[in-house]
């Protein structure tokens, strides 16, 4: 059922009467959710063309929280035929979300335009999820439910009206004077004549974010083999190469789950045709169940244009937009028939032998070869709307197809959007810096999507296993060796901690899978931000720098804040390493956190520094957390005997799960459940 479709049977109460005359009405949803619906909302959101349903059956259960401020202190205006919105700041408030950044993660201070693209290299809201959804620590969120290129001014912008205006000072003589002054403003533009805005309310930051989740149909929770260790090969591999390096992988005791596949495997690639190329891969049917044979999965890359030289391109040409992408037609995928002639065409070729997912490349899209915004497309939809949600709409697609088939799929893809959370899918990308790809999947957890830090090359051996290490932490552990052929035993100095680390993530899937549970059921996100959890308290630090008149004429502060440690499931933290460290701080949030391979206390609610203990990764775990394992398989696998120490300690005195109960029943583990 498309959301839009779905009758909300609920109470409407107008709250805030109208401004510009025009009425705005506000519908509870569910305690701690409303609807204001403001002007004219346009047909196409974000949410319309997706086959999502809020969990009501979850959210209803949830506790009432009220809205920290008055409705009416937010005003929604129209505008030169736009919509004008604003929410109140408060002096001490911090915005968190507002799309996949990787170099920031509080919002406050920043001008954006959320326009789905490549990330590149600024954070300015042009990222493979410009989400419009923000969470404010005052405990409420709000996303902005238009598929349009939406800016915004996170507490740039002074009204002549403000109530609580900054200082005028005097840049002469007063050493104070700033050149980004204090707002008390959250304004946005919509270039639409009306808007449909979600507010969301929680006893904290974590709880706005699970009912945003919860909304948008709750969190995926993907097949166990999909939490595995994941290999792309070059692109030009045929199946006899691939064959010998999944044989390689045996050798080097090195555990594999997925296969990726990159363009060679088609017959046609940029533009794309689906078909197998019969060189390459003589019969697919035997490679695909050959792999499956040694419980490999087999995932494929494609992007959505779609090549002249296949036999889709006649049957579908007729539900595609007004222009090409290297040479390639673009279906309009809201359309049901073109979903229809897709689905027939995977199924015959791939489904059907036992595929087990996608890797849906190039739908975020670069200006300069994508459809420009004067394209048009049959369903009447703009560009402009399109750009915003074709990656959405493609995951909503395939995830149907399997669940249609009874089967569950992982795959990757490059754009996302609000509503996608229930998805199977996780964003990747070809920008590639060690530390902004941490702060990635740190913003990842505010605005319901999933980020892998993939792995593709290094410079030194170093570099190589720290990447490693922090991507086996991550939604999906994976090396996409597509364009060099790196392996994980390419860097022999560290080849024995790389493939501990694999064997680690294989052996922490019951626990990462409770994790995902608790996306899916719950709306908690698998790896968060350190801001969503309790009992962190490590503020935003803004460090005034000095004025340089060539290279800081405003005197500008940069801001300090915590973005390259994370939470993985309900009770680990994980601090990574990045090449040249040899050390580094960690913030423990309050209560007590041990060592993860040793169980020794490593702290309180304090700031400690980490020494890696033989090479590792630094990860803690959290007083009473339970850290359910495979056991070790294979010989060399990490044991960990000390484990257990950390979960039994003040408020867990035994074990409440164990392996062997996570393995045969895929029980997901809580700390009510009885042995
Ligand atoms: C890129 C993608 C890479 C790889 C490559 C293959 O767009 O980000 O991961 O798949 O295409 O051509």
Redesign the pocket.
Known sequence: MKHSSIFYLLVITTLVSCTNNKPIQWTNETPGIWKITAGTPEKVNLLSELNILPRYDILNQMEETPLPFSPDEIVIEQQDGKTYLRFPLSEEEKIYGLGLHFKTVEQRGRVLELHMDHYGGRDNGRTHAPVPFFVSDRGYGALINSARYIRAWVGTGIRKDSQHPPVARDRNTDPAWEAQPYSDNLEFLIPAEGVEIILFTGKNMQEVVQRYNLYNGGGCLPPRWGLGFWH?VP?LFTDKEVEEEVARFEEHGFPLSVVGL??GWQTA??PCTYEWDPHRFPDPAEFVAGMKAQQIRTNL?M?PYISPAGELYNKIEPYTGSHTVWCGIVPDYTLPAAQQILTEHFEKHQLNIGVSGY?M??NDGYDSWLWPDVATFPSGISAEQMRQIYGSVMQDVTTRMYKEKNERTFGLV?AANAGTSSFPYVL???YYNHRDFITALVNSSFIGVLWTP?V?ASATGEEWLRRMQTVCFSPVAML?A??DGTKPWSFPEVTNEVNEIALLRMQLIPYLYTAFADYAFKGIPPMRAMNLEEGFTAATRLNRIEFDATDNPYALAVKEEVKDQFMFGESILVAPLFAGQKERKVILPQGKWYNFYTGELAGEGEVITAHPEQNRIPVYVKDGGIVPLYPPPLPGWITLPSLWKSAITERNPVPICSTTMMEKHTIICRENTPA
């Open positions: 792309r692109t990159e363009p690639s940029y890359w992007n890797k490349d190039e490059r990747y990308n070809d993939e593709r996409n597509w364009a």
